[in-house]
């Protein structure tokens, strides 16, 4: 069974300094990984994956993911943060074959200025 | 292209109703998942359809059903509503079953 971890609840940050969304995962076949965002009564969205290739993934709003397999690792980072970076992001593992997304339970990033 | 669109948004219902929502997904997505979401359980998924057939399915009660018509567009269902199904549901289309979801808006149930 496929599993993500997401150890902290809250991840406050300074604006302008960088910050760190920590996600690990278990996953029985190749790990295709994503992270996704969501602001207040809205649905989630896409920020960027990792399904095989450079551990440095690029995705939206200035925001990058380094994929470790060693560590099992996809942590969300970004060089500098802003007060609308502020929302609550979710890491996903996804099945290479069979589908179904499981989702970690979310940090929630609190960006001050 | 259009978004994910679910409808109704927002729905108030009493317990031991039922209720269906449904999901349109983008053009030319042929998986559409569905999950729940609430403050003490986070992310859950329901289920998964692809090409009107149940992939995959989540830890949930039978009183919640699915399906998926020819054209994608999918309906979830909830029968003898409790008040513990109050949450958002989420809809999330993806091209096929591996690649990126992306999400609706939602639907807000809310059940008195």
């Known amino acids: 069974a496929q599993s993500v971890a997401q150890p902290e609840d809250q991840v406050n940050v300074a604006e302008g300094n960088p910050l760190t969304v920590k996600c690990t995962y278990s996953?029985?076949?190749?790990?295709?990984l994503f992270w996704y965002v969501q602001y207040p009564n809205r649905g989630l969205q896409f920020l960027l994956k990792?399904?095989?290739?450079?551990?440095l993934v690029k995705g939206s709003y200035g925001f990058e993911a380094e994929f470790n397999k060693s560590q099992t690792s996809f942590h969300l980072k970004k060089p500098s943060a802003l007060v609308s970076d502020s929302a609550l992001y979710f890491c996903a593992v996804r099945d290479d074959w069979e589908g179904k997304s499981t989702f970690g339970d979310g940090t929630t990033l609190t960006v001050k200025p | 292209k259009a978004g994910v669109t679910q409808t109704p948004r927002y729905l108030i219902k009493t317990r031991g109703q039922q209720v269906t929502l449904s999901c349109s997904p983008i053009s030319g997505h042929r998986s559409v998942s569905w999950y729940q979401q609430t403050p003490g359980q986070g992310l859950q998924f329901l289920f998964e359809?692809?090409?009107?057939?149940?992939?995959n399915k989540g830890n949930f009660p039978g009183r919640f059903s699915g399906r998926q018509f020819s054209n994608s567009r999918s309906e979830m269902n909830v029968s003898t509503l409790e008040l513990g199904d109050s949450a958002l549901y989420l809809c999330?289309?993806?091209?096929?079953?591996?690649?990126?979801?992306?999400f609706g808006p939602g639907t807000r149930l809310l059940v008195l």
């Open positions: 359809y692809f090409s009107e057939t149940q992939r």
């Open positions: 990792y399904i095989t290739g450079d551990n």
């Open positions: 999330a289309s993806s091209p096929t079953l591996s690649e990126t979801q992306y």
């Open positions: 996953v029985s076949g190749n790990p295709y």
